[in-house]
Structure formats: C-alpha cells, structure tokens
C-alpha cells in the first residue's frame, strides 16, 4: 500500500513544531542544569546576593544568610558568616541610639560577601570608635545607586557622618557607553545613568541579550553573557573601553563625560546632606587614571577623600600578609580589618567636632 505524502505545508508545521519542541527541551535542560550548578555553587559560597529592582536596578538581596567554610586567594579556609537584613542592610544600627551615627555606602567592597558579620571594614570601625553603624553594599552599584540609597534612607536614619567607599570601576558603571564597551567591568544589568543635563535615563549595557531574561532565566544569562563576552574580546581595540583608557586617559571622552557624571552625583551627595554633616570618600583602588579623576573631583567638591588605603593593602601583600579573597580582588576579612585600621584617624577626624573626647582606639579581635 502506498503511503500518503504530507503536503509541503503541513511538512513545514510538523518540522516547526518539533524545532520548537526541541529548543523548549533544550532550554529546560540548560535553565535545570544552569540551576544545579549555581545551587551547588551556594553550598560553597554566596551566590545570587543581588536582585532586580525597578528603581534602583537592583539592589541587595534581602533576608539573605549565608554560613560555612570559605577559602580565601592563597586557600585558606575561614569560617564565613554573612547575614543582610530585611532592608539589605549588611549592618543597621539602632537610629535613635545617643552614639553618633555612621552610614556607610558602597558597592561590592562594602557588601563584602567575603567577610563575616562584625568582621567587615565598617564593623571594625564601629566597634573601634564607638559608633553607631549602619551600611548598605551591592555588587556592581554605581555612584548614582548609591546616591539613591542615601536618598531613600537618609529620613530614617538621619546619620550624623557619611562615608562613601568609591571603587575605580565606578567611572565606568557611570557611563552607559563606557559599561557597554568593557571588556571587565559590564554587569549586563539594567541601571539608572546620569547625564550631563542632570536627567536620569535607564539603560541596559548589554549589547545582546535581554535583561527580562537575564534576571529570569540563568541559562539564558549565561548564554547571552558567554556569547557577548566572546564577540567583545574579539572586537577592534579601538572600540574597547579599558584599550581606549589605557591610551588617552583623562583625554578620553567618554571618560571625560563620565568624571563630570561622577562630580554631579557627589554635589547631589552633599546636597541631600543637613548643613555641616560630614562627609567622606575612600578609594578601594589607586589605578591611573581612576583614582586620579575621583581625587580631582573631591578636591574640585571640598570633600575629604582618602587615597592611601590601596597602598597600605598592597603593602601588606608585599609582606606576605594575604589580603585577598577566593577571586583574588576583594578583600577578605583580613584587608578589611587593614581598611579599617588606616581609615579609622580620617573617620575620627570629620567626627572630631561631635566626639571630643575619644577613648584609646583598639583593634583587639
């Protein structure tokens, strides 16, 4: 008996059905692989610490704790104890203590996933000087978040000094086109931008990929962000952020664009501050011509800036003094103790007005 032969068109609706079936299997696949390795990848450190966020990009997950055994850059193992707070809060102080109080602000640096509650930089100080404390982190924030997270908080907390911890890569999370063109420094992520007329526009810098699926789907992130990592180190020189920066420097427009960026968002910082609150910025980082622009604007801004704490962590290093954690560019909770025993005279110094009798300062564990 001869067998019946499907029309060209149902032909083409069966191929597309099982194209689609087999993609739809594929994807469920990956996303479940992608999954595993992740929740495996959480027994041995904290994962996935940050979350979308409609206002502010995304923000610090909340609730979140985390507590096990953790190797540092040479492979030591510590214990790791990391705890946020339904705010996100790594450290929220009681706002109407009679201690004078602190907010610190900062990226990945301040919510120093590598160290344990009471071990952080911002801790160390708290318990050296007496004060009340109170510090919000995310990784990959930019200046303007921050600035967004000194806004919403500011009423409740009403502190009476505030510290931003400012990273190099700042510059380039404050400008769209340098982020999209890095080759390091690109979260992908959909973020608030600042630009020159003082409008705030939201943008993602990624070049491929979605950011609906980026946050929903890890095999997708995964996908997009390998693909697009592949394409940019391939891409001319020319084009590349870190390239451009290491050629022109200061001279380079973007750059140049976003050092203005970065001035305005501090004036904003000062701006939103009571009459005569302190306030002041540390670098994490000394690299040219980073830390040269965020020490320009300070000066240019009459905002206390410490520049020397890069050394004394590089310093230690040399010593043979491991400052590093598992990825070998934060500080594990070591460096943040050396952060805080080099930034606690500066900390002490805007607050000399409202402390003027401090005890011995002790850095004792």
Known sequence: MEKRKLSIGRRIIFSSIITLFLLFFIVLVGEGLMRGIVYMKSKKYPTRTTVADKNWGHRSLENFKWEGMVPDAVGEVYPLKYTVDERGFRTFGDVNTVKKKVFFIGDSFTQAIEASDGRTYFDVLGNSLDIEVFAYGARGFSSLQELMVLEKYLPEIQPDAVVLQFCSNDFINNHHGLEQNSLYNNNRRRRPYFLEDGSIVFNVPAKIGWDWLNERSLFFQFLFTRIERFINSRAPEGTQTEYNL????????????????????????????????????????????????????????????????????????????????????????????????????????????????????????
Not at 302 to 311: A, K, L, N, T, W
């Open 246 to 365: 290491k050629k022109e420097g200061i001279a380079f427009t973007p750059f140049a664009e976003s050092v203005r960026c970065t001035k305005s968002i501090l004036e904003n910082f000062k701006e939103n501050l009571l009459p005569n609150t302190p306030f002041l910025v540390f670098s994490t980082h000394d690299d040219y011509p980073y830390f040269n622009a965020i020490a320009n604007i300070c000066d240019q801004l009459e905002i206390p800036f410490v520049g020397h704490i890069p050394q004394e962590i590089a310093l230690s290093d040399e010593k043979g003094m491991n400052t590093r954690a598992l990825d070998g560019a934060h500080w594990n909770e070591l460096g943040h103790k050396i952060a805080a025993q080099h930034l606690v005279c500066d900390v002490l110094e805007i607050l000399e007005d409202i402390h003027p009798r401090r005890k011995a300062l002790s850095f004792n564990e």
